[in-house]
């Protein structure tokens, strides 16, 4: 028995390599082409555009007294379990946005009344914000919430003979910038969706797993969504710091009995995004920076702990790569479908990479057995040596583009971290693939869709001050728009 086991444990060492080395020169190459696209964009704008044109500042966009009066804004706040944070955001917000004409619908459960008690006593009864119950006990999924929302929204507009001019969409637990209302006022009448930027907080004494979310969000919103802009495709919306052209949701509204959110779909933001900014329609990635040259953009605090990482990441996936691929299909465009398989290769990509590190066990198993004289183990193949030669090649340049996006957000030090970050980053994935799966196939039986939230965190008062000005991290001040 014992003389036949190393040899298969090394059938399946290469066999296994083969297929991971060749499934990541696919990706390497996609993701190479991308970042290819995405050179010449920047370059093309630096040398056509910023080179004539000077950089406008978020307070340049500010009309004049009257000029161009400025619309109403309703930005919704679903809110199930939110008591701890809810009350420092809604002060926050009250406190630094100065823009004349807006209002917060904060959407809460009767069988929540923590999070509801905490509303109030920050709302203070204020007429900017705006209070709603959601009919049902909650948890329902965040689209029923802001569905009631919306209904809450066009009631008002009704009784106060007025119109809102868009909708935005934040969490409980945001940090928003005090121009951010100034820049969607701007730009919504031009689009359907307006996209800031998403940045990351990370977490006391989470560097590993909250960390490795402003990794992936520095390259997404530094370079994959900008591109996707360029290329003239829908773009999907992140959930937060998205403004909707109010028109737009009306027409979506319209065909879905007053529901422009989709309740049936785990990701109804992505999904609505695309929707609204596709064919003809347009949607913008807004980068802009104030006059003290920080990002207008949502600063938000992601899991600190890999099972409610998982847990939010498991839901992405089935939102997006599983059931979003059934309810969203391909469209009859290269571009538009270069897109949507990117968005949906998360499984696959989750399964590879378990396999590669299968390989991995099994390389350093093999090597253990060669040095202990039990087994000798052949030389690999010219091709297969060259695979890994070239996969080897991709990955510093991925590693090195990523801690160059990660650089320009969060500093030297955490560009570092970015690199042994990419272990961690893949293990959530890989779980979450793994749950999502589970989720996806419990959903075609018929499971309902809950709202599988994690607990969020708010800075205290003392850092909420300090934030005042500098709404991104001291380190991203080099941070400009592009």
């Known amino acids: 028995m014992v003389a036949y086991f190393f040899p298969v444990l090394e059938l399946l060492q290469r066999e296994l390599l083969l297929f991971a080395s060749l499934c990541f020169l696919i990706g390497a190459v996609d993701d190479a082409a991308f970042d290819g696209l995405w050179i010449g964009h920047v370059l093309k704008r630096k040398l056509l555009i910023h080179l004539r044109y000077p950089r406008t500042t978020v307070e340049e966009l500010v009309p004049e007294d009257g000029e161009n009066p400025r619309g109403a804004l309703a930005v919704f706040v679903p809110a199930w379990q939110e008591a701890p944070v809810i009350g420092a955001m809604i002060a926050r917000c009250r406190e630094q946005w100065q823009y004349p004409d807006y209002r917060i619908y904060v959407g809460c ?6 999070t509801v008690a905490a509303a109030a006593r920050a709302a203070g009864g204020c007429d900017k914000v705006r209070l709603v119950i959601c009919a049902r006990d909650g948890p329902t999924s965040k689209a029923d919430c802001l569905n009631r929302l919306w209904q809450a929204m066009c009631a008002d507009e009704i009784a106060e003979s007025m119109r809102y001019k868009a909708i935005v969409l934040q969490d409980a637990e945001d940090l928003v910038h005090p121009g951010a209302l100034d820049l969607f006022d701007h730009l919504s009448s031009r689009a359907s969706l307006v996209q800031l930027p998403v940045i990351p907080r990370r977490a006391e004494n989470s560097r590993w797993i909250a960390g490795h979310y402003g990794d992936e969000f520095a390259e997404l919103h530094g370079k994959q969504m900008v591109l996707r802009e360029a290329l003239g495709v829908s773009l999907p919306s992140a959930g937060v710091g998205s403004a909707f ?47 003290q040259g920080e990002l207008v953009a949502t ?4 899991p ?11 839901r992405w996936i089935t939102g997006i790569a599983l059931s979003g691929w059934d309810r969203m299909g391909w469209k009859n465009c290269w571009r538009e479908n270069w897109m949507r398989w990117r968005d949906r290769k998360a499984c696959f990509a ?3 990479i378990a396999v590669a590190y299968v390989a991995v066990v099994l390389t350093g198993l093999l090597e253990l057995a060669k040095l202990a004289g039990f087994h000798s183990p052949r030389p690999l193949s010219d091709a297969l040596v060259i695979l890994l030669l070239c996969n080897a090649f991709f990955l510093a340049w991925r590693l ?5 996006f990660v650089y320009r957000v969060y500093g030297f030090s955490e560009a570092l971290y970015a690199i042994p970050r990419t272990v961690v980053a893949n293990w959530v994935n890989i779980l979450a693939a793994r749950r999502a799966i589970i989720q996806y196939v419990k959903s075609l039986h018929g499971a309902p869709l809950e709202w599988d939230k994690t607990g969020h965190s708010f800075p205290v008062d003392r850092k909420i001050r300090a934030l005042r000005l500098k709404t991104v991290p001291t380190a991203s001040a080099k941070l400009r728009d592009g």
């Open 245 to 291: 052209s109010r028109d737009a949701l009306g027409r979506m509204a319209s065909r879905t009995d007053s529901k422009p959110f989709d309740a049936a779909s785990l990701t109804e933001d992505y999904e609505l995004g695309l929707n609204l900014t596709a064919g003809e329609a347009r949607g913008i990635f807004a980068r802009l920076s104030d006059r």
């Open 299 to 302: 600063q938000e605090f992601f």
């Open 304 to 314: 600190d702990n890999m099972e409610a990482a998982v847990r939010q990441k498991s």
């Open 109 to 114: 459960y009767p069988n929540d009344p923590e």
């Open 350 to 352: 989750a399964l590879v």
């Open 400 to 404: 090195a583009f990523k801690s160059w």
